[in-house]
């Protein structure tokens, strides 16, 4: 598969579909990065490991649907098949959907419909429950609302502080993310069961 990631921050999910690449273990080909935040350090990570960047941003265009045509150029241009949210901090719109319909998926930091939005870790640990996780699901026009591939669970210890909680997470994350999506584009699957 013909694949764009989509970040805006960190990007250590970026960093590890690209290590699965390189190993073989995903599938897969990283036509391109779009990141929506010029300071996004993911960026330096796309440019050390030669992946087109697309650094674009949606207050130099009119309103969402031009930002995401503009998108939706670049990966045509590139022959994109299906896109990859890793951290992305900002709702697909209907271009992009209409686009890539069932092509587009996310990885959220909570068993989801618990704790969609920001700073789901935090939010997990302010609500003290026991259990969190992460789950990758469908994207659709909600926030975190689509259909579910994916999830695990991951303890919470009553000790924990947020970034704790954060680093065993995402460790799993990155795990994990590379599996499914390999499940989904070899199998032609709509679920994964971990
Ligand atoms: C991940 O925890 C992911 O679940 C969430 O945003 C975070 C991105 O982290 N959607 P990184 O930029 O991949 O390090």
Redesign the pocket.
Known sequence: KKIAVF?S??????QALVDAVKAGTLEAEIRLLVCDQPSAS?LQRARKEEIDRLSISPKDFPDKGAFETEIVQQLKLREVEFIV???YMRLIGPTLLQEYPGAIV????SLLPAFPGKDAIGQAIDAGVRVSG?TIHYVDAGMDTGPIIAQKEIRIHSDDTKDEL?KR??QQ?HVIYPEVLQELFTKGKKSVSL
């Open positions: 970040a921050g960190t990007g250590s999910n970026f993911v949210l890793a951290g996310n990885i959220h930091p992460l954060q997470i995402q994350e």
